[in-house]
């Protein structure tokens, strides 16, 4: 667990992309924000880091108990967010917070406004640092194009993605269906996701492609698993580079989430699925040419677009 100067080395590290200011030049809101860069919280534990943002003030000075009711949490959520930061319970990050504080009031403090501007403009840079580490990655398209390639020749082809993995499941279907014959969703998991591996597996499909998004659920890992007992390769799109899920794929992209607001942001994910489309694309170039043409012409038969 963090010291109290361990905590306040913390409290000056350096923003994501940004050079180490001296702590006097660094404002009251840079420094409460760089107390939970680097972290993975939870949306409930987001929610006490924003009002500690937006009351800064007032908030380093409450107590654990005062603290929980205003943000409408349990005294336990408030010791696990202190915890998940590296402190050794509440105490210790409010002693932190104090000085900060302190000096916001000494000086010239900022509006909610402009500390939530601040804020907003964080989470923008960490995204697009994910972009520049995604764009390092993809230097090197000898992957991308080779999983894109299996995942053409696979009819059916399954894409796999459960709770908050759904969007971008069904982001990579829609695409994927106008270049490929035969795409199946699964955004359900336990026996209803069996069923389905079941099925696209006696239906000729070899690949099945995951995304799985923090909060990592225990039904991806399990259909992930399911998955590979029916004989299916899997392809996984996910911000790990380790772990179980990762042990479970044949083929795993990384890409990293946003998590400088309460939900998760994906641009970085996105692109990724975005990239394998476009491989996919590629490896068939007559059948997607032929199909994206039947496309539009069924679109305009039916008026489907403004």
């Known amino acids: 667990m963090a010291s109290g100067q361990q905590a306040r080395a913390q409290a000056a590290a ?42 800064l003030t007032d908030a380093a000075f409450l107590s654990i108990t005062e603290l929980a009711e205003r943000v409408g949490v349990s005294q336990p959520s408030v010791t696990r967010f202190a915890t998940a930061l590296g402190f050794s319970g509440y105490p210790a990050l409010r002693e932190v917070l104090q000085p900060i504080a302190l000096s916001a009031v000494a000086g010239a403090p900022e509006t909610s406004l ?7 403009q964080a989470a923008v840079d960490a995204e697009i640092e994910n972009l520049e580490n995604l764009r390092r990655l993809l230097a090197d398209t000898n992957q991308v194009l080779d999983i894109g390639r299996e995942l053409a020749r696979s009819v059916p ?46 239906a000729g499909g070899t690949w099945v492609l995951a995304f799985a998004m923090p909060r990592h659920a225990k039904e991806t ?40 607001l309460v939900f998760d942001s994906y641009a ?18 007559e059948r997607t040419q032929a199909r994206l043409e039947s496309y539009e012409q069924v679109a305009d038969q039916h008026n489907f677009f403004l």
Request: net charge positive.
């Open 14 to 55: 350096i923003t994501p992309g940004g050079q180490p200011p001296a702590e006097h030049e660094r404002s009251p809101a840079d420094r409460v924000l760089a107390l939970f860069s680097g972290h993975r919280l939870s949306p409930g534990q987001r929610r006490i880091a924003q009002y500690l943002i937006d009351h």
């Open 114 to 120: 402009e500390i939530r501007r601040n804020e907003l």
């Open 157 to 202: 082809l399954t894409v796999l993605g459960l709770r908050i993995s759904v969007s971008l499941a069904e982001y990579f279907a829609y695409g994927a269906r106008r270049i490929h014959p035969d795409v199946r969703v699964v955004t359900r998991g336990g026996s209803v996701a069996y069923d389905a591996l079941l099925q696209s597996r006696a």
């Open 221 to 260: 890992l399990a259909a992930l698993r399911a998955a590979r007992s029916t004989g299916l390769r899997v392809a996984l799109i996910t911000d790990l580079t380790l772990g179980p899920l990762v042990e479970e794929a044949d083929a795993v992209l990384s890409a990293a989430t946003g998590s400088r």
């Open 268 to 285: 970085a994910p996105g692109m990724l699925g975005a990239a394998l489309l476009q491989a996919m694309a590629d490896a068939d170039p």
